[in-house]
């Protein structure tokens, strides 16, 4: 038996798909006699009857059908070579890691990813969560080659930034908490009721001046483990309000306004990376369609 030729497999594949032999010519823009060729030089090189021509149209046999599942599989692998091997002519990245700060929801992220993996399929993303220190070391050692972090005033050195976005923050309580049923919330009410605080709050510049107001403060490593705790009438909470669309809607959660609050509470969202660093084409992609999506908004 000779070897198997993709165009034919084509050909029969499309054939079953469209239902006719004429159908499978105007969608692969052949003719009908080059389809017609193909298929039958497909089974004589397999020695079996795919088609039924017996009919107006063509119906797969019963060694069609059976063909049929691992003919689509051998094209997909196909497919999947001939990508591989035109992204590594064009230089393209095998792998690219991104380590987010935990603060930092994905959400932010998420419609970037989406346009990635659409347009470099072979392209492995590894994401990593970190915070502080070890945030900045992962960026600055090339383990990541992009960092997603907040805003501060302190600035690593020998690294390049751009903005990509804005996280809103929303104070929240579930509906039986005694804060949810408050008109107006002062600091002394949310002083007088626990809060509960991620583990990265705690430890970032800005938040663990800023962010404690509670005489009692529960802490959870991350943000989800905040949110259970606080649905459950634990505490009270603020988070990044990318967390909570769903849960408001369904009425696990309540989001309150303190009286101290005039402004919205936003923060800017930085990517970093290293200075000088040369960029593959996904890293750059990747790059731009974060800032074009934050000069949307």
């Known amino acids: 038996m000779r070897m198997l030729n993709l165009d034919q497999l084509s050909a029969f594949m499309t054939a079953a798909e469209k239902g006719s032999f004429s159908a499978a010519a105007r969608h692969l823009g052949k003719s009908?006699?080059?389809?017609?060729?193909?298929?039958?030089?497909?089974?004589?090189?397999?020695g079996m009857t795919l088609f039924d021509r017996s009919g107006k149209y063509p119906v797969?046999?019963?060694?069609?059908?059976?063909?049929?599942?691992?003919?689509?599989?051998?094209?997909?692998?196909?497919?999947?070579?001939?990508?591989?091997?035109?992204?590594?002519?064009?230089?393209?990245?095998?792998?690219?890691?991104?380590?987010?700060?935990?603060?930092?929801?994905?959400?932010?992220?998420?419609?970037?990813?989406?346009?990635?993996?659409?347009?470099?399929?072979?392209?492995?993303?590894?994401?990593?969560?970190?915070?502080?220190?070890?945030?900045?070391?992962?960026?600055?050692?090339?383990?990541?080659?992009?960092?997603?972090?907040?805003?501060?005033?302190?600035v690593p050195r020998n690294m390049d930034f751009a903005s990509i976005g804005n996280i809103e923050w929303s104070f929240i309580c579930s509906p039986d908490f005694p804060l949810a049923d408050l008109e107006s919330v002062s600091i002394d009410d949310m002083l007088n009721e626990r809060q509960i605080a991620c583990k990265a709050m705690l430890e970032h510049p800005f938040w663990s001046s800023q962010g404690k107001i509670s005489q009692e403060i529960w802490c959870a490593q991350y943000q989800h483990d905040l949110l259970h705790m606080v649905e459950q009438g634990i505490g009270w909470a603020t988070v990044p309000s990318l967390l909570l669309e769903h849960k408001i809607e369904s009425g696990t959660l309540k989001e309150f306004n303190p009286v101290f609050q005039t402004n919205s509470t936003a923060f800017l969202v930085d990517l970093m990376w290293r200075a000088n660093e040369r960029l593959g084409p996904v890293a750059q992609f990747l790059r731009s369609s974060l800032q074009q999506e934050f000069s949307l908004k």
């Not at 009908?32 to 397999?46: T, V």
């Open 32 to 46: 009908q006699g080059a389809i017609s060729i193909s298929i039958n030089n497909l089974e004589l090189d397999l």
């Open 60 to 154: 797969m046999t019963e060694q069609g059908i059976r063909l049929f599942d691992q003919a689509k599989v051998l094209l997909r692998q196909a497919e999947r070579i001939q990508n591989y091997a035109k992204q590594a002519n064009m230089a393209v990245e095998d792998s690219l890691t991104i380590v987010i700060e935990e603060l930092i929801p994905v959400e932010l992220i998420e419609t970037t990813l989406e346009k990635v993996a659409q347009r470099y399929p072979l392209t492995v993303i590894n994401l990593l969560r970190a915070s502080g220190a070890e945030f900045e070391q992962l960026v600055s050692e090339g383990t990541a080659l992009f960092g997603v972090c907040l805003v501060t005033d302190a």
